[in-house]
């Protein structure tokens, strides 16, 4: 098939892969997706061969492990097209067969899809032909597009009774945590924790604000909470490198200027603070994107590996507009591009079953209204800055902001010190704001105290 068009017809190489690797682990996966799946929901030529090797594994009531299925591939004389190697890194592919419905799903979604196109091929090679008349034509296309529309996957609804147990074990689960304990991982932040009973698995918060007021700071220090609570961080910025990241958490955990650490200029006590500094990070769980990760395929299959491998909890993207779809998105719109990556970031977030934050560039609009001079002119972040970056509001479970009055003239010490976060949107809990100190010299948020009570 010509290559720029087996570009265009859907399929999800990525769900091919899942569940081929999902059957070879478990043959009981096997078992119930072959009664489901054909060989035509594969679009991939040599997924559809390994595929057609474990449906007749599974007819012969045989283990489909990959050494097994390489046997059947042999025995189909299939072997010059599929090695080990092809198997292997199917199975190796994988974060956890928990989520493999999921990618069944898709696989039904996208042959569906490709059905709907070779029919409007053939309905438009019928038209042209002339041979049909119009009854027969239109009764031919009927017939057709009905299989389809009959091959659609419903939904099936859950029954009140049979949900409401569970949710009542959840709410006693949560009745008898320790005083203090939080239902999600802690923020790092009281204050926060307050409004939003720490991250919660499955969600996706948003902390957006305008450059320069700290908003990759913060969440490395959100970061570095949770580290020290044991659980392991995976922080891709699309903006700092590694060095740049950690001469950050160097400063936040030493408190020595971050432009000393930049340039080398430390005293002997200021390089023991260093060194203390260091071995606190050392002990975090903490994981920096090495290689620069630029779109959302990629970024979900590292994720997958580290939940497989029992190494991820919590999930920071510094910052969402940076973050393309994938390797063939780049000419797309940056409103559907962010669209489709908060979607893609919330859906990620249920499918790990972690939290996740995502940062977030503002609309020029709330720029326009703290350039104005207008008197009564609301000069905070509002839900509506929000809009000219795709469906963020509707796809994120918590909206955070942060904003910082402008103060010049004040010096920098007061200048860089009172910022408010506010807590936009919060589909669990309440809304409001609080209010944080930013150390700028050392990339630190700390609760805010009044001059009287610093004295």
């Not at 063939?328 to 489709?340: A, W």
């Not at 249920?350 to 609301?378: C, D, M, T």
């Amino acid at each position: 098939m010509n290559d720029s068009l087996s570009n265009k017809i859907p399929y999800s190489a990525e769900a091919e892969n899942f569940v081929l690797g999902a059957m070879m682990i478990d043959t009981r996966l096997a078992n119930e997706y072959c009664g489901r799946l054909v060989e035509d929901h594969f679009f991939i030529d040599n997924n559809k061969l390994v595929f057609r090797a474990i449906n007749n594994l599974r007819l012969l009531n045989q283990s489909t492990d990959a050494v097994k299925v390489y046997e059947e591939i042999k025995r189909l004389n299939l072997q010059e097209k599929i090695d080990t190697n092809y198997l292997y890194e199917l199975v190796e592919s994988i974060p956890t067969i928990v989520n493999a419905e999921t990618y069944v799903e898709v696989l039904e979604e996208k042959e569906l899809e490709r059905s709907l196109y070779y029919e409007a091929q053939q309905i438009s090679k019928r038209v042209l032909d002339g041979n049909l008349e119009i009854q027969e034509l239109l009764a031919k296309t009927e017939a057709e597009m009905g299989d389809i529309f009959n091959r659609q996957r419903t939904t099936p609804l859950k029954a009140v009774n049979l949900a409401t147990e569970g949710v009542l074990s959840l709410i006693e689960k949560n009745r008898n945590r320790a005083e203090g304990d939080l239902i999600g991982l802690d923020t790092g932040f009281k204050e926060i924790n307050e409004y939003t009973f720490g991250f919660q698995n499955g969600e996706l918060t948003i902390l957006a604000a305008r450059p320069g007021i700290g908003k990759s700071a913060l969440a490395l220090n959100m970061a570095s909470a949770m580290c020290k609570g044991g659980h392991h961080v995976a922080f891709f910025s699309l903006e700092m490198g590694i060095d740049q990241l950690l001469m950050r958490q160097f400063a936040a955990h030493s408190g020595i200027n971050l432009k000393k650490i930049k340039t080398g200029d430390l005293t002997e006590s200021d390089t023991a603070k260093l060194l203390v500094a260091k071995q606190m990070i050392d002990k975090y769980n903490l994981y920096f994107s090495d290689l620069t990760i630029d779109n959302l395929e990629d970024l979900k299959v590292t994720c997958r590996k580290y939940k497989r491998e029992e190494k991820l909890d919590f999930i920071v993207v510094d910052y969402l507009q940076l973050l393309t779809l994938d390797k063939r998105s780049k000419g797309m719109s940056l409103y559907e591009n962010t669209s489709r990556i908060s979607r893609g970031l919330k859906l990620l977030a249920r499918e790990l079953n972690v939290p996740i934050l995502a940062l977030s560039q503002l609309s020029r609009e709330v720029e326009k209204r703290n350039s104005s001079n207008q008197e009564g002119v609301n000069k905070k972040p509002m839900l509506s800055d929000l809009r000219e970056s795709g469906s963020i509001e509707q796809d994120a479970d918590v909206v955070m902001f942060l904003h910082r009055e402008d103060t010049k003239g004040d010096n920098e010490r007061i200048r860089n010190r009172k910022t408010e976060l506010i807590i936009a949107k919060n589909r669990q809990g309440m809304t409001g704001s609080c209010v944080l100190s930013f150390r700028g010299d050392c990339s630190l948020f700390v609760p805010f105290k009044k001059e009287s009570e610093e004295e």
